[in-house]
């Protein structure tokens, strides 16, 4: 009977003990929560290499370059996890800026919020695009090709 009491207890000094060292590390972190998403072509549905800005009142708070993992595109924020509205600001070399409000509206215990694919058309007036004229050469086509994305 004494040998199970005294297991029980240093079980629950542990237990205590472990509990305390958690509720301290989560505490370190508690404040704040996660804004993620990703940044794809609107036709292809790829991940384009961008420059994500994260604004609030038209200040910029935080800015980072999107990360490609496979085809996607992914960015992260951290910001204080309070209800908020934010402004996210995407450009990206031959296409057209794009920008996109998200709203925080209920906290909870959520840790992370994910914004909706942000999807930017090409600038087709763009100097990517823009054709060039090469004396002596003659391009004949014997084949048409459509790509369609529905």
């Not at 993620?36 to 800005?53: L, Q």
């Not at 935080?62 to 995407?90: M, Q």
């Amino acid at each position: 009977m004494k040998k199970n009491l005294a297991i029980y207890w240093v079980l629950l000094k542990k237990y205590i003990f472990l509990t305390l060292l958690i509720g301290f590390a989560q505490e370190k972190v508690s404040g704040q929560v996660i804004l993620n998403g990703y940044v794809v072509d609107s036709f292809t549905k790829t991940g384009v290499k961008a420059k994500v800005k994260l604004c609030e009142n038209e200040k910029t708070i935080d800015s980072v370059e999107t990360r490609i993992v496979r085809n996607n595109a992914f960015y992260k924020f951290r910001v204080p996890a309070t209800k908020h509205k934010y402004s996210i600001k995407v450009s990206s070399e031959g296409y057209i800026d794009t920008t996109v409000v998200y709203e925080i509206k209920h906290i909870a215990r959520n840790t992370s919020f994910s914004v909706p694919d942000i999807l930017l058309e090409k600038n087709f007036n763009s100097d990517i695009y823009k054709s060039v004229d090469i004396d002596g050469i003659e391009v004949k086509g014997t084949q048409i090709r459509f790509a369609y994305r529905g």
